[in-house]
């Protein structure tokens, strides 16, 4: 096949493994193409690999440091690559050279073709086969599913992995092969899509970019994922800023990690967060929901016996409960709202809606139902806690509270 049937075939919709080992078979070298974060996504098989190095990095699935490092060296930025000319890189733990061109689309690298010598050299054919190559399979790849995806950088490429497979010792090994560094304290930040409103990936994308400070950004199910230093973290840009209004019905704030593998189990955490905060909510739900906020919420529901959490409800909770329904009164919800704006008469009336007499009078009546002591710390200690409790046992049985 030659260069114009090439042409000819991704157009027509070739898949790209197909179009690989033609290119190779044209070339007559072993060819690998990988995304810009160097993960390798097709290579030829009519064509072996015969370098020992490239046949353990196909086989893992990314190229090794070595060669990032050698091609970073040659290339500083290499997400500004503006043209598809190919340049050379030789890698002292290799035992082949290899010739590298870019893929380009619309002006944007979104990956590499590589070729490799297979010990019989490099020659100006190839010099001008390759950038035929790099149009080639920029055509493939826009017509192959997850093609959104090559416009990430390096990290981005490695956390969508990562959140797909969760393999946490492939991803160390393909943070320590790209030179990515994983920040020692990091937030995992969620970004709740907008029910029913399609929007661009790309601008979304962009918006979130400004906001993570470049940190990594991905999709995933009906949300966006993003890993942040816990440095960068600033809830008032978070909270303050009108593009993320419109895209994002509520953004999750997750516990501070300081390892990879404790990922997983944060963005988990930060995603009940969110629904926890919207089932428990009275008023309208907070756009920015702190998983350390309802971190007490999450200990409750590591408690599987529910008798126990009922045992230790504060026994005014009961007395309460019982004369509101008798009475068709509000006196438990009068001192949820006291107890949580710290014993303000003022605070809990406006909540309340009610005037400064009328909630007076109704903590006076508690007190004589109960014998509540609020300026005891141990009596105020257990009524939030039993607050948490109620929220918890409110939600619907078999779903989890956080």
């Known amino acids: 096949m030659d260069i114009l049937s090439l042409y000819q075939s991704a157009l027509g919709g070739m898949p790209l493994d197909e179009l690989v080992d033609e290119m190779a ?29 490239w046949q353990r990095n196909v086989s893992r699935g ?93 990290a981005e490429s490695i956390l969508q992995e990562y959140l797909e497979t969760g393999d946490t010792d492939h991803a160390l090994q393909r ?3 790209s030179g990515v560094t994983f920040p020692e304290k990091c937030r995992c930040l969620i970004f709740l899509s907008r029910p029913d409103e399609v ?33 960068n973290y600033d809830e008032k840009v978070l909270q303050n800023n009108e593009d993320l209004k419109k895209l994002f ?24 967060t969110c629904r926890f905060c919207a089932r428990i909510s009275q008023d309208e739900a907070p756009y920015l929901c702190r998983y350390e906020e309802f971190a007490f919420s999450h200990l409750i529901n590591e408690c599987q016996d529910a008798k126990l959490l009922d045992d230790n409800l504060h026994p005014a909770i009961s007395i309460l409960k019982n004369h509101d329904r008798e009475k068709n009164t509000s006196l438990l919800d009068t001192l949820r709202a006291f107890i949580e704006r710290n014993l303000s008469i003022a605070d809990a009336s406006e909540a309340l809606f009610i005037h400064r007499n009328t909630m007076n009078y109704r903590l006076q009546r508690i007190r004589e139902l109960t014998n509540i002591d609020w300026n005891s710390y141990e009596d105020r200690f257990r009524l939030e806690c039993s607050f948490h409790i109620m929220d918890a046992m409110a939600l619907a049985p078999g779903q989890s509270p956080i």
């Open 25 to 53: 078979l044209l070339a007559r070298r072993s060819i690998v193409i990988t995304d810009t974060g160097f993960q390798v996504l097709s290579y030829s098989k009519k064509v072996s690999i015969t370098d020992s190095l």
């Open 62 to 154: 990314f190229c090794s440091y070595e060669f990032v490092k050698e091609v970073k060296k040659l290339v500083p930025d290499l997400s500004h690559h503006e043209t598809t000319a190919p340049f050379p890189v030789h890698c002292g733990q290799s035992e082949e050279n290899k010739l590298v061109s870019a893929i380009l689309h619309e002006g944007i690298c979104i990956g590499y073709v590589l070729l490799l010598d297979n010990l019989k050299g490099l020659s100006d054919d190839h010099f001008f086969l390759l950038p035929h190559f790099s149009l080639i399979t920029a055509f493939a790849l826009r017509q192959a599913p997850g093609f959104d995806r090559l416009f990430g950088n390096v």
């Open 175 to 177: 943070l320590a092969a």
């Open 199 to 231: 929007v661009d990936e790309g601008y979304v994308k962009r918006v979130l970019h400004k906001v993570s400070c470049g940190y990594p950004v991905c999709p995933k199910d009906d949300h966006y994922v993003c890993i942040l230093p816990e440095e």
């Open 249 to 272: 019905s509520q953004i999750g704030a997750g516990p501070v990690i300081t390892d990879l593998k404790d990922m997983p189990r944060a963005l988990k955490l930060t995603l009940r």
